[in-house]
């Protein structure tokens, strides 16, 4: 079942494109951020993000 926190987490990611900063934004760890973002994309079935060296690429 979708969460809204993980999609409050998954748009703040989107506009940052950076998960340490995001996660920082959002007041959690990175380790949290990086859960939250692999729950969501497993319910959905779909990768979101391509992990870009420091950053991140919507998919």
Same mark, same amino acid.
């Given at each position: 079942? $979708?969460?809204? *926190?993980?999609?409050?987490?998954?748009?703040?990611?989107?506009?940052?494109?950076?998960?340490? $900063?995001?996660?920082?934004? @959002?007041?959690?760890?990175?380790?949290? @951020?990086?859960?939250?973002?692999?729950?969501?994309?497993?319910?959905?079935?779909?990768? @979101?993000?391509? *992990?870009? &060296? *420091? &950053? $991140?690429? @919507?998919?």
């Amino acid at each position: 079942m $979708l969460k809204h *926190r993980d999609l409050e987490y998954f748009v703040t990611a989107a506009e940052i494109m950076n998960l340490r $900063l995001a996660s920082q934004n @959002l007041n959690i760890t990175q380790p949290a @951020l990086s859960k939250s973002i692999t729950r969501l994309e497993k319910e959905l079935n779909i990768k @979101l993000f391509k *992990r870009a &060296g *420091r &950053g $991140l690429e @919507l998919t």
